[in-house]
């Protein structure tokens, strides 16, 4: 049993065969996963889409992307879309210094609502960082010392330093297709220094399908192919490495319902 804790089922490529590519991911063992919110404006629809299935939840926020067009000036809005059963996240949030396409002050207090709201709901906080990684410990270790909330780095694909850092935090890491790339000697690395305990794996479809799908549409199935190469790197079999996966998502999100075994 996996569980593809972030992907996103409501972005073109997937939307428009939705009841297959849940099938699909069913057959290939995925048996849970989490559709991530990026706009306020598309929760309606996100929301909509997990609670027509039983074995998909969601988040709520906005990414740091969309953060000029969709600013946040309190965690009220997010509190109050939290309440519904099937939200089991606050996110995605974070910093993208890579791309800019919002300005940075505005992406780093969008930010710091969405800890704000995951402090007040006790629900994790889904984190994207990228050429971010001092601003984006900084925040979290500030917000953390106001008072303390769950969460992971989503996509991990950055440095050691990160990893340890968020670790020490108490946040999970989350492994997206990118392991499985020839040239990402330097994540698998990094990876090194996470404990199995704290572990999690995700695709990001629509985006970054792993080895041998690359070139492909991602889709929940394929962290199929991510939890073989992490098991691999780990030194563990391929179903000691699901079992992990899954009970750290269940542990991290804590209000999911784990599925029957028979499911």
Do not use: W
């Not at 593809?4 to 699909?24: K, M, N, T, Y």
């Not at 984190?127 to 953390?144: C, F, G, K, N, W």
């Not at 970054?208 to 192919?225: F, I, S």
């Not at 992490?230 to 000691?240: F, I, Q, W």
Request: net charge negative; proline share 6%.
């Amino acid at each position: 049993m996996l569980v593809d804790s972030h992907c996103h089922l409501d972005f073109p490529g997937l939307v428009e065969d939705i009841d297959q590519v849940l099938a699909r991911a069913v057959d290939a063992g995925v048996v849970v996963m989490q559709t991530i919110c990026t706009r306020l404006t598309k929760f309606p629809d996100v929301l909509a889409l997990a609670q027509a299935h039983d074995n998909l939840y969601c988040s709520v926020g906005v990414h740091p992307h969309n953060v000029d067009s969709e600013p946040l000036a309190t965690p009220e809005i997010l509190v109050d879309h939290a309440r519904a059963d099937a939200v089991i996240g606050i996110g995605e949030t974070g910093l993208d210094y890579f791309y800019d396409h919002a300005p940075r002050e505005r992406q780093r207090e969008s930010f710091r609502v969405h800890a704000s709201a995951a402090r007040e709901t006790g629900l994790p906080l889904i984190v994207h960082t990228r050429d971010a990684d001092d601003d984006t410990i900084d925040i979290l270790s500030h917000e953390m010392a106001i008072g303390p909330f769950k969460g992971l780095i989503h996509c991990f694909s950055t440095s050691r330093e990160l990893a340890e850092r968020s670790l020490e935090l108490g946040f999970y890491i989350s492994v997206a297709g990118i392991v499985t790339f020839k040239k990402a000697e330097a994540l698998r690395e990094a990876l090194g220094a996470v404990p199995l305990e704290r572990l999690l794996v995700e695709t990001d479809s629509p985006y970054l399908a792993p080895v041998p799908m690359r070139g492909k549409t991602n889709e929940p199935a394929y962290v199929v192919h991510t939890a073989a190469c992490l098991a691999e790197l780990k030194g563990v079999t391929p179903e000691a490495l699901a079992q992990a996966t899954t009970d750290n998502f269940f542990t991290l999100f804590g209000k999911a319902r784990r599925p029957d075994r028979g499911a």
